[in-house]
């Protein structure tokens, strides 16, 4: 019998994989241009870090890691999500003494247990991006900017921007309360899981997709009536600087984050064409939880990006790189020459394939085809005695000789 993967992890294959690459490419032009530079942290850290950040009565913890006991006896968890792992790693390294305004970036896979779907699978991939040490919502607007300017990168239009507040410590109590009040009456029509969460954390049947659900829920009660003056300035002013900036926005007051650790700015990209994995890319301000890791008290924003889902926004886009000239051989010394000439074009950023098994003319040239060449030459025993040949434009057929020279070829397939 045939081993397979593990449901929910999947194969990145080349086709596939060129994709990604193009997606990651985007994002570490735009991010590095905002003045981010990238961090590499482990995909397993101590249970504990994700049971302190992300909070013991969120649906990840409670439900959906990936947890065990290794040999030393500790508790490990495979990481559900970035934004824990970077600032453990600000704090452990004291990035903040150095400047406790840091622009970081990550790129990674991501483990949680839930049910596979289109999009969401049990190792995922999530880029990321984190601003610490600025409570200006200035520092929103750029983050902000910067996520749409990474869609506009990669040439979607599509998924547009929601944004809300979650308060601070100081106004969201008044708010749980009167939601905890609202959903009382209603306990009757929300499903397992939310009556659960009216318990442990009621802000989260709002975002709830279960029909049933979402209509009990209508008309709750918004936290945007309930924000204390700094908050409702803070949200004023990062509206101002999108509006400033001419980017478009949508106000959801029914936006939670499934973490526990978000306050103030919260945020969305969201389509349509996902079915109900609407969401894209998603974020917010998390001002408490460097403290509350262990760290001074600093304040943070950022965002992650779902990787497999903007994959999918990308559709059937040819990502695949045709070489640049595929060379056909006559005979055995000719293809001596070719394999030369082939790694000093290679040398040169020249992108080359050629026969490596001596098959018929015909074969090679329908080799040529399939990989989509750009430009095909054959290289028989004239060719080599003169030091030209025929080289074939394969969109037209267009014939043009060129010196069998590494210099002369590179400026041919510029």
């Known amino acids: ?114 049910r596979p779907q289109k999009g969401r699978y049990r190792q995922f991939h999530q880029i990321g991006a984190e601003i610490t040490g600025v409570n200006a919502p200035l520092a929103d607007a750029q983050v902000l900017n910067m996520l749409v300017q990474f869609f506009r990168e990669i040439g979607l239009d599509e998924p547009s921007l929601q944004i809300n507040s979650l308060g601070c410590p100081e106004c969201r109590p008044a708010y749980r309360a009167a939601l905890v009040a609202f959903l009382e009456e209603r306990l009757d029509r929300l499903c397992e899981d939310c009556k659960r969460r009216f318990t442990t954390n009621p802000l989260r049947t709002l975002d709830c997709k279960v029909p049933g659900c979402v209509e009990a829920t209508a008309g709750a009660p918004s936290m945007l009536d309930h924000l204390c003056g700094d908050c409702s300035d803070h949200f004023a002013s990062v509206k101002r600087y999108l509006d400033s900036t001419a980017t478009p926005y ?41 403290s509350q890791l262990g760290g001074p008290a600093i304040p943070g924003i950022g965002f992650a990006i779902g990787f497999e889902r903007v994959a999918l926004l990308l559709g059937d886009k040819d990502f695949s790189r045709q070489p ?37 003319l015909k074969s090679q040239m329908r080799r040529a085809d399939k990989l989509g060449a750009r430009y095909s030459v054959v290289i028989g025993e004239n060719e080599v005695t003169s030091g030209k040949a025929s080289f074939k434009r394969m969109e037209d057929g267009e014939q043009i000789e060129v010196p069998l020279k590494c210099a002369d070829i590179v400026n041919m397939t510029a």
Not at 272 to 280: D, I, K
Request: charge should be negative; hydrophobic fraction near 40%; charged fraction near 25%.
């Open 250 to 290: 949508n106000i959801n007051p029914r936006m939670v984050r499934g973490l526990d650790y978000y306050t103030r700015t919260t945020f969305e990209l969201v389509t349509s064409l996902l079915g109900s994995q609407s969401a894209v890319a998603a974020g917010g301000r998390y001002d408490g939880l460097i």
């Open 324 to 360: 640049d000239l595929f060379i056909a051989t006559m005979g055995a010394g000719e293809r001596d020459f070719a394999f030369r000439l082939m790694h000093e074009l290679l040398q040169s950023g020249v992108r080359v394939e050629m026969d490596y098994e001596g098959k018929s």
């Open 1 to 114: 019998m045939s081993i397979t993967a593990i449901k929910g992890f999947n194969d990145i294959l080349p086709t596939e994989s060129e994709r990604w690459q193009y997606i990651e490419q985007a994002a570490r032009r735009v991010f590095e241009l905002n003045g981010f530079s990238e961090i590499r942290v482990p995909i397993m850290e101590k249970t504990e870090l994700f049971c302190r950040s992300i909070g013991d009565a969120t649906d990840i913890v409670e439900k959906e890691m990936y947890t065990f006991t290794d040999k030393g006896d500790n508790s490990i968890t495979l990481r559900p999500e970035g934004t824990a792992s970077v600032m453990r790693a600000f704090i452990e390294h004291k990035l903040y003494a150095q400047d406790p305004v840091a622009k970081l970036y990550y790129l990674g896979p991501m483990f949680r247990y839930e």
